[in-house]
């Protein structure tokens, strides 16, 4: 298997555009005055001429710039304090957030589990769970 290349940015695809198809990303969206954003990754599907050039990434109807990966955003009040970017990502790196989002998943189930079940415990049991927490 080919081993693939370490991509540092996107400035490195200014003069062949069409390479970056297929290449893997990390889609961070939210809003500007959130703690986090959320994450997600994707594929580029589309390049398209422009200033400076733009692409698309699949499940999404935004362009982001070439050159640092930011949303080419509209100038109308709806895209008013919301953040949309995309960072390119290596199969490895891509395997390491798959495996950091799963893992979220699975505490986040564990927690609302837990928190659904502790109107359930006797006094003992909350007893037990306390010596567990403070040890």
């Not at 490195?12 to 959320?38: E, R």
Request: aromatic share 10%.
């Amino acid at each position: 298997m080919e081993k693939q290349k370490e991509l540092k940015n996107f400035q490195d695809f200014i003069n062949d555009p069409q390479a970056l198809i297929g290449q893997l990303v990390c889609y961070y969206s939210g809003l500007s005055h959130s703690k986090s954003l959320s994450r997600s990754i994707c594929k580029i599907i589309k390049v398209g001429p422009g200033f400076g050039g733009w692409f698309s990434i699949e499940n999404n109807d935004k362009k982001f710039s070439i050159i640092d990966g930011w949303e080419k955003m509209s100038r109308d009040r709806s895209s008013w304090g919301s953040v949309s970017y995309c960072k390119l990502i290596t199969e490895n790196e891509a395997e390491e957030l798959r495996m950091e989002f799963a893992r979220n998943k699975y505490m986040n189930a564990m927690r609302n589990t837990l928190t659904d079940k502790l109107n359930l415990l006797t006094y003992e049991q909350l007893i037990e769970i306390e010596k567990i927490i403070n040890n």
